[in-house]
T-cell receptor, first 115, second 114 residues
Framework: AQSVTQPDIHITVSEGASLELRCNYS??????LFWYVQSPGQGLQLLLK??????LVQGIKGFEAEFKRSQSSFNLRKPSVHWSDAAEYFC?????????????FGGGTRLMVKP | AAGVIQSPRHLIKEKRETATLKCYPI?????VYWYQQGPGQDPQFLIS???????DKGSIPDRFSAQQFSDYHSELNMSSLELGDSALYFC?????????????FGSGTRLTVV
C-alpha cells in the first residue's frame, strides 16, 4: 500500500530565510505527487503537483518541489519565506492507474515563521 | 472561478443525533471525495463517487452513508453521532482523472458533537 511520510511535524524559520519541507513516499511505481497548504480552520489549497516530465515543479506563492526517484522524495522548497506562509503543509500521493483515485496524505508539517 | 461548496460551514450536534453534510462540486466535475480530518490529524479518505456510483471506500464507519445525486452534488449522512466524530469534513471534486490533475477541496464543514 502506498504511504506518505513527512518527517518533520513542526518547523520554525525566520522570515526571509529559505525553507525545505520533506516528503517521502512508499509506492511501487512513480505516483502522482501533490503539496497542499492549509491555513487554520481553512480548506486545502493545492500548491503544486507532479506526475511526469521535469522533476522540478513550480507552484503558486513562490514554492517549488523536486521529485527524486532514487530517494522516493518530493521535498517542497521556498527561497524566502514570508510571514503569511505560516500554515500546515501536506504532501499527498495519488495512485498511478486511476484505479482508486483518492489521495493519501502525509501527517503534515506545521510551519511557523519568526519575524 | 466556481469552487467546491460545502454546507453548512459549522454544525453542532448532540451525541446520538444525525447530521447531513452537503457538497456541491465544481461544474463539470463528476467525481466527489469525502475526507475526515480530526484535530491535529491529516485528512483521512472516507468515500468517493463517480457518476453517482460509489467508486472507492476508505475508513468510513458503518454509521455513515453517502450518495451522489443526478446533479453531482453529494451528501454525507452521519447517524448515531459520537464525540469522536467531531472533525473537519472536507469534500473534494475532480474530473475522473483526478489523480492526474489534482483535486479541488471545499472549505470544509466543522462538525462538533457534544
Amino acid at each position: 500500500a502506498q504511504s506518505v511520510t513527512q518527517p518533520d511535524i513542526h518547523i520554525t524559520v525566520s522570515e526571509g530565510a529559505s525553507l525545505e519541507l520533506r516528503c517521502n513516499y512508499s509506492y511501487g511505481a512513480t505516483p502522482y505527487l501533490f503539496w497542499y497548504v492549509q491555513s487554520p480552520g481553512q480548506g486545502l489549497q493545492l500548491l503544486l503537483k507532479y506526475f511526469s516530465g521535469d522533476t522540478l515543479v513550480q507552484g503558486i506563492k513562490g514554492f517549488e518541489a523536486e521529485f527524486k526517484r532514487s530517494q522516493s522524495s518530493f521535498n517542497l522548497r521556498k527561497p524566502s519565506v514570508h510571514w503569511s506562509d505560516a500554515a500546515e503543509y501536506f504532501c499527498a500521493v495519488g495512485p498511478l492507474n486511476n484505479a482508486g483515485n483518492m489521495l493519501t496524505f502525509g501527517g503534515g508539517t506545521r510551519l511557523m515563521v519568526k519575524p | 472561478a466556481a469552487g467546491v461548496i460545502q454546507s453548512p460551514r459549522h454544525l453542532i450536534k448532540e451525541k446520538r443525533e444525525t447530521a447531513t453534510l452537503k457538497c456541491y462540486p465544481i461544474p463539470r466535475h463528476d467525481t466527489v471525495y469525502w475526507y475526515q480530518q480530526g484535530p491535529g490529524q491529516d485528512p483521512q479518505f472516507l468515500i468517493s463517487f463517480y457518476e453517482k456510483m460509489q467508486s472507492d471506500k476508505g475508513s468510513i464507519p458503518d454509521r455513515f452513508s453517502a450518495q451522489q445525486f443526478s446533479d453531482y452534488h453529494s451528501e454525507l449522512n452521519m447517524s448515531s453521532l459520537e464525540l469522536g466524530d467531531s472533525a473537519l469534513y472536507f469534500c473534494a471534486s475532480s474530473a475522473f482523472q483526478g489523480a492526474r490533475y489534482g483535486y479541488t477541496f471545499g472549505s470544509g464543514t466543522r462538525l462538533t458533537v457534544v
